[in-house]
């Protein structure tokens, strides 16, 4: 089965950055996901962050478009997220996540429709890593 592990995230202020990482192992050879990353906020519902498409190219939320970058190393089957100007609005818990095909973007992957997902135990997800951004 496959097991994704996040590290990277802390506490910093205004206008900080972080990178996240998240190491996936386990794969069946010949499977194929659709990784990304997605944050949960204290009492809100989880949401896409920053996606990757089944060709490597990346999708995301409004409202970190230009500060949040994912890339990707499969080589060692990792995924990051760096994030730069950070304030408190991304204070969230992060998680990766490894979804089968078909990929979604980043305006898909709506509160309602990772609630479905979640609900539906489709996909694998990490345990999070918590960022705290203070002003």
């Known amino acids: 089965q496959v097991h994704l592990a996040e590290f990277g995230g802390g506490s910093v202020q205004n206008g900080g950055s972080l990178r996240l990482s998240c190491v996936a192992s386990?794969?069946?050879?010949?499977?194929?996901?659709?990784m990304g990353w997605y944050r949960e906020a204290p009492g809100k519902l989880r949401e896409g962050v920053a996606l990757?498409?089944?060709?490597?190219?990346?999708s995301y939320l409004e409202s970190v478009q230009g500060r949040f970058t994912v890339s990707e190393d499969s080589t060692k089957h990792t995924l990051f997220l760096q994030m730069n100007n950070l304030s408190p609005e991304d204070t969230a818990t992060y998680y990766c996540?490894?979804?089968?095909?078909?990929?979604?973007?980043?305006?898909?992957?709506?509160?309602?429709?990772?609630?479905?997902?979640?609900?539906?135990?489709?996909?694998?997800w990490g345990h999070g890593t918590r960022v705290t951004v203070s002003s």
């Open positions: 996540a490894a979804l089968p095909p078909p990929c979604l973007l980043a305006h898909e992957a709506d509160p309602t429709v990772v609630r479905s997902v979640l609900e539906a135990n489709y996909g694998y």
């Open positions: 386990g794969y069946t050879p010949g499977e194929d996901f659709c």
């Open positions: 990757l498409g089944s060709d490597g190219d990346a």
